[in-house]
């Protein structure tokens, strides 16, 4: 698979973010750079995620800043499904198979790519969630459902929170109601 690119508009604060998905050997590589406000203060957060040849996260790094504050977060994951957070055990992750970046639309591509649900089908998915601005990992149950060939419903928090993705060929999100869409050409 050639490298899939995109490039979004938040449609919750000023900003954009870019991102680029490719094949490593065996691995799968997310990489991005996201530009917005958030109180105030611009933002640059670069990261990588880094996939096994199924889908399911083995690492992740963010790097950058909000306002003048630096950011650099390393996410491993262990054989096992251990995960550490710079370094240190989190448990209340043990067994998550996605990696959640909370300020992108792009790391719902891992679930999308890896579940290969059909038209009609659901699964349940236990993410580890990168809260931002505060950088915690945190266990998120999500639900996707496919409804259509470009079209996901999308639910966490047992259903408080419900969104239609529409996303492209490569299963990345083209348009997340109220948060993101692709950058009209």
């Keep these: 698979m050639a490298p899939t690119t995109i490039l979004w508009r938040r449609l919750d604060r000023p900003g954009h973010e870019t991102a680029r998905v490719e094949r490593d050997g065996e691995r799968w590589i997310l990489a991005g750079a996201a530009v ?4 105030g203060r611009p933002c640059r957060l670069d990261y990588r995620v880094v996939c096994d040849a199924g889908w399911r996260t083995v690492g992740g790094r963010v790097t ?6 630096p950011v650099d977060v390393a996410v ?3 054989p096992g499904g251990r995960w550490t957070l710079n370094g240190r055990e989190c448990p209340a992750v043990a ?3 996605d990696l959640d970046l909370h300020f992108s639309p792009s790391t719902n ?11 009609g089908q659901a699964a349940p998915v236990r993410a580890a ?4 601005p505060g950088f915690t990992l945190e ?4 639900v996707y459902r496919r409804l259509g ?14 969104a239609e993705l529409t996303v492209d060929g490569a299963g990345m999100v083209t348009r997340y109601p109220g948060f993101a869409e692709v950058e009209p050409a």
């Design 76 to 78: 491993e994951v262990a």
């Design 129 to 132: 969630w990168l809260r931002f």
């Design 64 to 69: 950058g800043w909000i306002g003048p504050a």
């Design 36 to 39: 917005f406000l958030h109180e």
């Design 109 to 119: 591509l891992l679930p999308v790519r890896r579940l290969g649900l059909g038209v």
């Design 149 to 162: 060939d470009t079209l996901y419903r999308y639910e966490s928090g047992g259903g408080a929170f419900a």
């Design 95 to 97: 067994g998550c198979v």
């Design 139 to 142: 266990p998120l149950e999500q």
